[in-house]
């Protein structure tokens, strides 16, 4: 199984930036295409960025040009900078993993979900 831990959130103001990691264990995740996915209260996980083994990164449209994500294979980290944020990035930031087929990326995950880790921002 893969053990997933997120970390780096918090209370900012708008305009402001955060670092989130996510430690991932196993070969599962080495070897898979990584994602960020958020939610929002009342809402579901949406998949908001994701990066393959080799770095080919996507993103979805409100976080284009202001998140990053990024890993570090040798030490089984993603992470996800995350800069200029805004109150509506408010929500609970979860990793898990990523599929892609033919360019496209697609939501999907290890079977288990990590406690995630909550990013407020205040106007």
């Known amino acids: 199984q893969v053990q997933l831990v997120e970390s780096g959130g918090g209370l900012v103001q708008a305009g402001e930036s955060l670092r989130l990691s996510c430690a991932g264990s196993?070969?599962?995740?080495?070897?898979?295409?990584i994602g960020w996915y958020r939610q929002k209260t009342g809402n579901y996980r949406e998949m908001i960025a994701g990066i393959t083994v080799s770095g080919a990164t996507n993103y979805e449209a409100s976080v284009e040009g202001r998140f990053i994500i990024s890993r570090d294979n040798a030490k089984n980290i993603v992470y996800l900078q995350m800069n200029a944020l805004k109150p509506e990035d408010t929500a609970a930031y979860f990793c898990?993993?990523?599929?892609?087929?033919?360019?496209?990326?697609?939501?999907?995950?290890?079977?288990?979900w990590g406690q995630g880790t909550q990013v407020t921002v205040s106007p």
């Open positions: 898990n993993a990523v599929a892609v087929r033919r360019g496209t990326f697609y939501p999907a995950d290890f079977g288990s």
């Open positions: 196993g070969l599962m995740f080495s070897g898979n295409a």
